[in-house]
């Protein structure tokens, strides 16, 4: 699939990935990374929900710093640098890309006008700060970091939006998700699911196999817990109240 070129807000070009339905049309989707960038895990991510009917594209949020990162999650090295980006980011104009690559998508001539959004880890937050900011018409986040710091803006929300918490991920403990549960289990717009190790764990999940990729490395206790939420959750936003024909003002 062609790397595209997305103008941002302050006059910059963010470089992304656009996948495409192979019906030639579709509801939009912005995938939103891990730490490790644009890599072939958020590409096959990208692929997948091209390939069940989404147009899908994943921009290059740490192009300021570093245009096209590729790193994984087995190295100690590639770790250190990922959080290197991490730490290097600025948040705001991260979740103003986002903002800008779901505009090129309700642009986009394959794109039926709807756009929503999706994010892993880093982009679990930024997913949840789209959807309080720039009115997506649904977002779903699976083990997003630092969300408890961020609750102020959940009165904002008002797109579906349903974050998906690994139970044992340790960068968000049982304190931060005890405070996203007292903070949004009452907000009308909200679903959170917690669920651990196991496939089965995910309420909304009908088992769409192991093709998405899981974040695990022997190095990592947690990892496979997030993995978890990522292989067995990613169905969820074509199986819950963000399917489109359920998205806002539809």
Not at 28 to 56: H, P
């Amino acid at each position: 699939m062609p790397m595209v070129t997305v103008h941002t807000p302050d006059g910059g070009a963010c470089a992304a990935y656009l996948a495409l339905p192979a019906s030639g049309t579709g509801p939009g989707i912005v995938v939103m990374q891990e730490i490790f960038g644009v890599n072939q895990v958020m590409r096959d991510i990208t692929d997948w929900y091209a390939a069940r009917g989404f147009v899908a594209i994943c921009p290059d949020l740490f192009w300021r710093q570093e245009p096209g990162v590729q790193l994984t999650d087995q190295t100690e090295a590639e770790w250190q640098r990922a959080l290197q980006l991490y730490q290097g980011l600025d948040e705001a104009t991260a979740v103003a890309d986002t903002a800008a690559a779901m505009a090129f998508l309700r642009a986009h001539p394959a794109c039926t006008g709807k756009a929503g959004g999706v994010g892993f880890c880093l982009g679990g937050k930024l997913v949840y700060l789209l959807a309080a900011r720039h009115d997506p018409d649904c977002a779903v986040g699976y083990y997003g970091v630092g969300i408890d710091n961020a609750l102020t803006e959940a009165a904002n929300i008002r797109c579906p939006l349903m974050l998906h918490i690994a139970v044992q991920d340790q960068f968000c403990p049982p304190a931060a998700q005890a405070q996203l549960h007292q903070a949004l289990d009452g907000h009308p717009r909200v679903t959170l699911h917690d669920y651990g190790s196991r496939a089965g764990d995910c309420p909304l999940c009908t088992g769409i196999g192991g093709t998405v990729g899981r974040t695990y490395t022997a190095r990592v206790r947690h990892a496979e817990h997030r993995g978890d939420a990522r292989d067995h959750g990613a169905g969820c936003l074509c199986q819950s109240h963000s399917r489109p024909d359920r998205w806002r003002g539809a």
